[in-house]
């Protein structure tokens, strides 16, 4: 996570940085609608500053209706597998620790207006036992 852009999400907005399965496990406990972001490997795909940018401002336009954190490295691929949203950059959306849906890769600004409402009005599926 050592690019500026990353960091400014920790440090400028407050982000949390979930970096260890009990450190998800927390943040997906507390109520209400969450977005975790995936970035993937910054040196290798281009893609994941511009998700950097995009996410705050999205989070804005949709009046903070959902918060935000960062995946770190050691999540991301159980993250990927577990949500079958495989391609990073990733934002994976939340109803508190019930998964709604996620979108892959960078999208025009439309498709993520039409997505999100899409994804965060889905009733979570009841947890299997």
């Given amino acids: 996570m050592s690019h500026p852009l990353l960091s400014r999400l920790t440090q400028d ?23 975790l972001f995936i970035p993937g490997d910054v040196a290798r795909n281009l ?15 949709f009046q903070r209706r959902f918060d935000c954190a960062l995946v770190g490295n050691a999540l991301e691929a159980p ?8 391609k ?11 998964f709604l ?7 025009d600004w439309d498709d993520y207006l039409a997505r999100i409402p899409q994804i965060l009005s889905q009733t979570p599926a009841p947890a299997e036992g």
Avoid: M, N
Avoid at 47 to 61: G, M, N, W, Y
Avoid at 101 to 107: E, F, H, V, W
């Fill in 47 to 61: 893609e994941t500053l511009d998700a950097a940018v995009i996410l705050p401002e999205l989070q804005r336009h």
């Fill in 79 to 86: 993250l990927r597998e577990a949500t079958r949203v495989l």
């Fill in 101 to 107: 849906g996620g979108i892959a890769k960078i999208r």
């Fill in 13 to 35: 907005f407050g982000w949390p940085l979930l970096d260890s399965p009990d450190a998800l496990a927390g943040y997906l406990s507390r109520a209400g609608l969450h977005c």
């Fill in 88 to 98: 990073t950059p990733s934002f994976l959306f939340y109803d508190g620790d019930r």
